[in-house]
């Protein structure tokens, strides 16, 4: 399985951004997929996962209400829309796949894309 982040960017508090992944691979359907963060100084932390079958997806509770993610199968593709962003949201977001869910400790994942940087500005 291969994983591509992007869509990152500057984007002032309160402001939207929606991070793409894509996914490939032959065996990417059978995964689960996750999105994680990390700040400067900090440790990778979980934001959010999803199946690409639909169901509900699992949040943080500091992004509940505010971010969303998305699945498309068809096209291998995953997102996360990300609305009324805080400074406190700016990390590196990395999308990720596992065969759990929910999961939400780094060590449950089997593949990471590289992270996209999301600044946001105050």
């Known amino acids: 399985v291969q994983l591509q982040a992007s869509g990152g960017g500057v984007v002032q508090a309160g402001g939207s951004l929606r991070l793409p992944c894509a996914a490939s691979g032959r065996t990417f359907g059978g995964y689960f997929m996750g999105w994680f963060r990390q700040a400067p100084g900090k440790e990778r932390e979980f934001v959010s996962s999803c199946s690409w079958r639909g169901g509900s997806p699992d949040y943080a509770d500091s992004v509940k209400g505010r971010f969303t993610i998305s699945s498309d199968k068809s096209r291998g593709m995953v997102y996360l829309q990300m609305n009324s962003l805080k400074p406190e949201d700016t990390a590196v977001y990395y999308c990720?796949?596992?065969?759990?869910?929910?999961?939400?400790?780094?060590?449950?994942?089997?593949?990471w894309g590289q992270g996209t940087l999301v600044t946001v500005s105050s």
């Open positions: 990720a796949a596992t065969r759990m869910f929910p999961a939400r400790r780094t060590q449950a994942y089997d593949y």
